[in-house]
């Protein structure tokens, strides 16, 4: 008589791969976050002073 024994398969997870996938994950997050911020600052500048003096005061830093 022959005996069946049962072996569970492991399973094996590459931990390279699953923290460089959270910090790509965690890297577009913060960029996004970044960008809503930069909106945010910009129509604040449009509201408060008018759009004119925005570009203004762009050309005037960038001209000097």
């Known amino acids: 008589m022959t ?5 569970p398969d492991r399973i094996q997870d590459d931990a390279g ?3 460089s996938t959270f910090a790509l994950g965690t890297g577009m997050v ?3 976050l970044v960008g809503i911020w930069g909106s945010a600052c910009l129509l604040n500048a449009l509201v408060s002073v008018g759009p004119l003096n925005v570009m203004k ?8």
């Open 3 to 7: 005996a069946k024994t049962y072996t």
């Open 30 to 32: 913060m960029a996004a």
């Open 17 to 19: 791969y699953e923290v």
């Open 57 to 64: 005061g762009y050309l005037t830093a960038f001209v000097g």
